[in-house]
């Protein structure tokens, strides 16, 4: 059956659905500028006015917005209401503590359907970023370390195919990446084996390559408890010293009167 086969509100609600997926799966992001009409009409082929009342019906839910010109973008204010009351929060040690332990649940899910359900491209595209990491482990660049970790972690959920881990990753992303970021530079320089976290990643994408998801559930789940005991020594040894050095008083800190 073809598109002219179809009525066209019906096809305005399959083009709306098709974009909205999209937009949920994180294929268009916040921000970005949509093709103009004609060109998106060719690339979907599909009739402008049925195209126009799909995009219309977008707009109103507020996945989209026009500016004064007529070019229509993915909407900014997409995840903002879950994600921008966080922002403030994760300066305090207690709710990063608390992502990372979010994270845990939801990432043990993340590879266990991942292990089920990616692609031959997701396979590859997760294979390409543990590779990047260990090129990163080599060179012992530690910045270059957590960008591939974070990257890693974003193809796992992607390679996941539910959207609503999805939306939540891609929601949340800036914090995510900040969170795997400051953690991972944390652990690369506080733990003595360095190469037990790179361990641990190998493990989680070995599963998801063996298609093993309770094994993947396992490996991830491991690996974020390892982190947060790691990070909990971290943090207890940081207050120890804090409160070493709020036990010294002024006769510890000065030698007195010189009498210049």
């Known amino acids: ?36 009409e004609r060109e998106l009409a060719v690339k979907l082929d599909v009739s ?4 126009r009342t799909a995009l219309n019906k977008l707009i109103d839910s507020g996945l989209l917005v026009a500016d004064a010109q007529g070019a229509t973008y993915i909407s900014d204010a997409f995840g903002k209401t879950l994600r921008d009351p966080l922002i403030p ?5 207690d709710a990063r503590t608390a992502f990372v332990e979010v994270r845990a649940v939801v990432e043990a899910a993340a590879a266990g359907f991942a292990a ?48 609503v881990l999805l939306h939540f990753m891609h929601t949340m992303e800036s914090i995510l990446r900040s969170n795997v970021y400051l953690n991972r530079r944390n652990l690369y320089e506080q733990r003595t084996q360095k190469e037990s976290q790179l361990s641990e990643h190998r493990a989680i994408c070995d599963a998801i390559m063996d298609r093993d998801a ?3 559930r396992a490996a991830a789940l491991k690996h974020m408890t390892v982190a947060m ?14 409160i070493s050095i709020k036990q010294l008083g002024p006769k510890d800190l000065s030698m007195g009167r010189t009498g210049r």
Request: net charge negative; charged share 30%; with cysteine.
């Open 116 to 163: 089920e359900r990616a692609s031959d491209l997701d396979r590859e595209k997760i294979r390409t970023c543990f590779e990047a990491m260990v090129a990163a482990h080599d060179t012992q660049d530690v910045d270059e370390i957590a960008r591939t970790d974070a990257e890693l972690h974003i193809a796992i959920y992607e390679a996941s195919h539910n959207l």
């Open 214 to 216: 309770p094994r993947a």
């Open 48 to 51: 402008r006015p049925s195209l």
């Open 89 to 93: 929060l994760m300066e305090t040690v």
């Open 229 to 242: 005991q790691t990070q909990n020594e971290i943090l207890e040894a940081k207050r120890r010293i804090e």
């Open 1 to 36: 059956m073809t598109t002219q086969n179809v009525r066209p509100n019906k096809l305005a609600d399959a083009i709306a659905d098709h974009i909205r997926r999209m937009i949920l799966e994180g294929s268009l992001q916040p921000g970005e500028r949509l093709l103009s």
